[in-house]
C-alpha cells in the first residue's frame, strides 16, 4: 500500500503531466516533498508524549506543544530553511524584497530562532509588504516536518471529543482549511501552520466565535464538493470540502494549492483568510 507521501508524490507528478496554472506549483512541491520527508526521518522525539501528559493538557484547554516543547535539531532546521529559501527564489514564490528578509534570518541561529519563536506563538498578521506572510510560509515548510512528527505521536493518543476549540490541539494555530467528514458530515478543521486536524462546530465561525445563523453563511460550487464558509461579523472566510460528495482520496496540502482560484474569488468579495489576522494578539 502506498503511504500518504506516495499518494502525495503521485498526485503532483499527475499535476505537473496536466501542464495547466498548478504544474509549476506542483513542480515546486515535488521538490520540497522529499527534503520534508527525509528531516522527518531524522528527527527523534527524546521525550515522546505520554496519554497522562496529553489528557492533563487537554483538560486544561492548553495546546499540546509550546514553542520550547518542541523536539528541534536545529542543524537539520537551518540546513532546510536554506534550501526552502532556494526553492522558493527559484520558483518566484517570494519576490526580491522578501527574499532578502529571509536570507537575513539563515546565517543566523539566534535571527533564526528568534523569528520561528515567533512565527509559533503570535497569527501571523496581514501587512502590505507582506515579509511576514513570506517568513511564514519559509519556517511552515521547514517547521512542517518536525510538527507533524509531533502531531502524530500525540494525535493517536487525543480525546476529539473534549476538545472542539478554534484553535489547533497540537500548536495553538487557526485553520486555514476545512472538511466534512463521510460519516456524518462532521465540520474537521485542519491546522494552516502543522496540518492538524481536529472536530469543530459547523455553525460556528472558528475566527471569531459567532454563532448567529443571520451572519454566517457558506457559498458552494456547482458540484457541491467545495464550501466557502464565510462570517459577516468579522469578515473572514474557510474554505471546505465536503467529502461526502467524492469517491476520490483527497489529500489537504495538494487542496490548498488546488483552490487557490478560490481565494481571489472570495476575497474579492471582501472577506480576507481568517488564519491571517489583521492585527497581532494583544
Ligand atoms: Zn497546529
Ligand atoms: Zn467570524
Same mark, same amino acid.
Given at each position: !500500500?502506498?503511504?500518504?507521501?506516495? +499518494?502525495?508524490?503521485?498526485?503532483?507528478?499527475?499535476?505537473? !503531466?496536466?501542464?495547466?496554472?498548478?504544474?509549476?506549483?506542483?513542480?515546486?512541491? =515535488?521538490?520540497?516533498?522529499?527534503?520534508?520527508?527525509?528531516?522527518?526521518?531524522?528527527?527523534?522525539?527524546?521525550?515522546?508524549?505520554t496519554s497522562s501528559a496529553i489528557k492533563?493538557?487537554?483538560?486544561? &484547554?492548553?495546546?499540546?506543544?509550546?514553542?520550547?516543547?518542541?523536539?528541534?535539531?536545529?542543524?537539520?532546521?537551518?540546513?532546510? #530553511?536554506?534550501? !526552502?529559501?532556494?526553492?522558493?527564489? %527559484?520558483? +518566484?514564490?517570494?519576490? %526580491?524584497?522578501?527574499?532578502?528578509?529571509?536570507?537575513?534570518?539563515?546565517?543566523?541561529?539566534?535571527?533564526?530562532?528568534? *523569528?520561528?519563536?515567533?512565527?509559533?506563538?503570535?497569527?501571523v498578521v496581514e501587512c502590505s509588504n507582506?515579509?511576514?506572510?513570506?517568513?511564514?510560509? *519559509?519556517?511552515?515548510?521547514?517547521?512542517?516536518?518536525?510538527?507533524?512528527?509531533?502531531?502524530?505521536?500525540?494525535?493517536? !493518543?487525543?480525546?476529539?471529543?473534549?476538545?472542539?476549540?478554534?484553535?489547533?490541539?497540537?500548536?495553538?494555530?487557526?485553520?486555514?482549511?476545512? #472538511?466534512?467528514?463521510?460519516?456524518?458530515?462532521?465540520?474537521?478543521?485542519?491546522?494552516?501552520?502543522?496540518?492538524? =486536524?481536529?472536530?469543530?462546530?459547523?455553525?460556528?465561525?472558528? @475566527?471569531?466565535?459567532? %454563532?448567529? =445563523?443571520?451572519?454566517?453563511? @457558506?457559498?458552494?460550487?456547482?458540484?457541491?464538493?467545495?464550501?466557502?464558509?464565510?462570517?459577516?461579523?468579522?469578515?473572514?472566510?474557510?474554505?471546505?470540502? &465536503?467529502?461526502?460528495?467524492?469517491?476520490?482520496?483527497?489529500?489537504?496540502?495538494?487542496?490548498?494549492?488546488?483552490?487557490?482560484?478560490?481565494?481571489?474569488?472570495? =476575497?474579492?468579495?471582501? @472577506?480576507?483568510?481568517?488564519?491571517?489576522?489583521?492585527?497581532?494578539?494583544?
Amino acid at each position: !500500500m502506498l503511504s500518504l507521501e506516495d +499518494k502525495f508524490l503521485q498526485r503532483l507528478q499527475e499535476l505537473v !503531466m496536466r501542464g495547466d496554472d498548478f504544474s509549476r506549483v506542483a513542480e515546486f512541491y =515535488q521538490q520540497v516533498a522529499p527534503l520534508q520527508v527525509e528531516a522527518k526521518s531524522r528527527l527523534e522525539l527524546k521525550r515522546p508524549p505520554t496519554s497522562s501528559a496529553i489528557k492533563k493538557k487537554l483538560e486544561a &484547554d492548553k495546546a499540546q506543544v509550546t514553542f520550547e516543547g518542541l523536539a528541534i535539531d536545529w542543524l537539520v532546521v537551518r540546513d532546510l #530553511f536554506s534550501r !526552502m529559501l532556494h526553492l522558493l527564489a %527559484d520558483y +518566484k514564490i517570494v519576490d %526580491d524584497a522578501q527574499l532578502g528578509k529571509l536570507k537575513e534570518l539563515a546565517p543566523d541561529p539566534a535571527l533564526l530562532k528568534r *523569528a520561528a519563536r515567533k512565527w509559533y506563538k503570535q497569527p501571523v498578521v496581514e501587512c502590505s509588504n507582506s515579509v511576514e506572510v513570506a517568513i511564514a510560509i *519559509a519556517l511552515r515548510l521547514t517547521f512542517l516536518p518536525c510538527l507533524v512528527k509531533h502531531s502524530e505521536a500525540i494525535m493517536s !493518543m487525543f480525546d476529539q471529543e473534549r476538545w472542539r476549540r478554534s484553535s489547533c490541539p497540537i500548536c495553538g494555530g487557526k485553520a486555514d482549511f476545512a #472538511f466534512l467528514n463521510k460519516e456524518n458530515g462532521a465540520r474537521w478543521l485542519v491546522c494552516w501552520r502543522c496540518d492538524t =486536524q481536529w472536530l469543530f462546530q459547523r455553525l460556528v465561525c472558528p @475566527y471569531c466565535g459567532n %454563532d448567529d =445563523q443571520k451572519s454566517l453563511a @457558506y457559498f458552494t460550487d456547482d458540484n457541491n464538493l467545495y464550501r466557502l464558509y464565510v462570517c459577516d461579523v468579522c469578515h473572514s472566510y474557510l474554505k471546505c470540502i &465536503d467529502l461526502r460528495q467524492t469517491e476520490e482520496e483527497i489529500l489537504f496540502p495538494l487542496e490548498r494549492i488546488l483552490t487557490v482560484g478560490q481565494d481571489s474569488q472570495i =476575497q474579492e468579495k471582501g @472577506y480576507k483568510p481568517g488564519w491571517i489576522a489583521s492585527t497581532p494578539d494583544r
